[in-house]
């Protein structure tokens, strides 16, 4: 006959695999570290681009800055968590 005993390593797992799950790997840290430090790259050449506009060169460096600055904005805004995405209810009939 089978014994409904568990062992005691079974049983404390479940405790350490919850803290393991909440806790962010390092991987996903250094990740979003990298979203927010590709804001400075894109700023500056956007500064730069402005700067050089306005001593004759082309129009494309301050545009092409902004769209990078907006999309480093974009990369970081979708990296954020969204507490508010279970606050939607389905309508109700």
């Known amino acids: ?3 409904r005993v568990r062992s005691w390593v079974v049983a404390g ?3 350490c695999q919850d803290l393991a799950v909440d806790e962010p790997l390092f991987s996903q840290k250094l990740s979003r570290a990298l979203d927010w430090a590709g804001l400075i790259p ?3 050449l956007f500064w730069i681009g402005i700067r050089d506009y306005r001593d004759g060169a082309s129009i494309a460096w301050p545009i092409g800055g902004a769209l990078l600055v907006l999309i480093s904005l974009w990369v970081v805004y979708r990296g954020l968590p969204h507490r508010r995405e279970g606050t939607l209810q389905p309508p109700q009939e």
């Open 42 to 44: 894109s700023s500056l």
């Open 1 to 3: 006959m089978r014994s």
């Open 13 to 15: 797992a479940g405790a």
